[in-house]
């Protein structure tokens, strides 16, 4: 039997809102480089989750920052991937034509099946690729759905 994912439209509900504000912003989806960047369009990197087995992954690509940059805690069920990416100002003469590599802070938010503990989830940067492994959660993942009866007025 397939195992439902927990993490469904996530990456996609994040892209969209992200868009929406470009659009809102700027009026375009090009250009929008111009304006200054706010915590809400600052940017994430781009991250794959899945099981293998009974164990969850999740990798970011985190090229550029070495282990010190980044953040991983968990706390009352939510395991967060924090860091920054500082800009490369080169040379003080440099004029940038283009400038595509995105800097500046991020913060991924995941909430994680509650049998999950914090001994059960380690993590390895290399090749600049962060890869945090929760062993078990997948096990743990497959989610029944119950409908909760709704009744009458609670006065």
Known sequence: MPQSNPFKG????????????????????????????????????????????????ICLEVAGLSRDDVDVT????????????????????????????????????????EQVEANDISAVSKDGLLTVRISGACESASVTHRRIPITGDPR
């Open 74 to 113: 968990f706390s009352q069920g939510t395991l967060t991937v924090s860091g920054e990416r500082t800009t490369s100002h080169g040379e003080a003469d440099d004029a940038f034509w283009q400038r595509e590599r995105p800097h500046g802070a991020f913060q991924r938010s995941l909430g994680l099946p």
């Open 10 to 57: 996530l990456v996609d509900f994040s892209g969209d809102l992200q868009r929406m504000r470009r659009l809102g912003k700027t009026g375009s989806e090009h250009h929008y480089e111009r304006y200054e960047r706010t915590q809400a369009d600052a940017w994430v990197p781009a991250t794959d989750i899945f099981c293998r087995g009974a164990d969850l992954f």
